[in-house]
């Protein structure tokens, strides 16, 4: 009989949330398992080097404060999971980047992860959020679904022939720290390259 191992539910209170710059080394391992990820899954669609264009696509200083920011996740020391979100309009955050180490999937991180970004952006000001995953990525379909997202698209299409999967997400306002006057993204400034963020969701 083989016997299948439980990967282990996320325990917040054993996990630091970093708020890093894009070529913090720590970042590094997001950055390999997405071009890993983009290229295995997408090569043959959109062709050899999508995925390094993807990657660059932004410039490293969108990712960062006042406007944007990249969260990693770690987890006794070594980085597991994160994302990061950057400006789309005046009130309107996107979501990119988000990512699970391949060891540490089926543990709720990625529900961890969105709950970190929409909280985070939410302080900064920004009331809806915007993101879009691959037509060939069907579990980040169904986890942008279970967790308030509105599809884009017709969901009953043939993914592959809509493109990249469009979906958006109402904030709710909250004033705090990293913005008191919630409404206004980008009035805060001065963050540093490194902070800790307090996990804001629970179980996993």
Do not use: C
Not at 66 to 94: K, Y
Not at 192 to 197: A, N, T, Y
């Amino acid at each position: 009989m083989i016997r299948q191992t439980i990967p282990a539910a996320v325990r917040p209170s054993e996990l630091t949330v970093l708020d890093l710059p894009l070529a913090d080394p720590r970042v590094r391992p997001l950055l390999d398992e997405l071009a890993w990820e983009y290229e295995t899954r997408y090569s043959g669609l959109f062709g050899p080097g999508a995925a390094a264009e993807e990657l660059s696509r932004y410039p490293a200083d969108e990712f960062a404060a006042p406007d944007g920011a990249l969260l990693i996740v770690q987890e006794n020391g070594e980085s597991i999971a994160g994302g990061a979100f950057r400006r789309h309009g005046p009130a309107t955050a996107e979501f990119k980047r988000i990512w699970t180490h391949s060891a540490h999937r089926r543990r709720g991180l990625a529900r961890f992860v969105l709950a970190e970004l929409e909280a985070l952006a939410a302080a900064r000001g920004y009331r809806t959020v915007y993101l879009t995953t691959g037509p060939r990525q069907p579990e980040a379909k169904h986890l942008y679904l279970n967790t308030g997202y509105e599809a884009q698209f017709d969901l009953s299409a043939d993914p592959e022939t809509i493109g990249p999967l469009a979906f958006t997400k109402a904030l709710a306002a909250k004033r705090g720290p990293e913005n008191p006057n919630a409404g206004s993204p980008g009035a805060h400034h001065g963050a540093p390259d490194e902070r800790h963020v307090t996990p804001r969701w629970g179980e996993g």
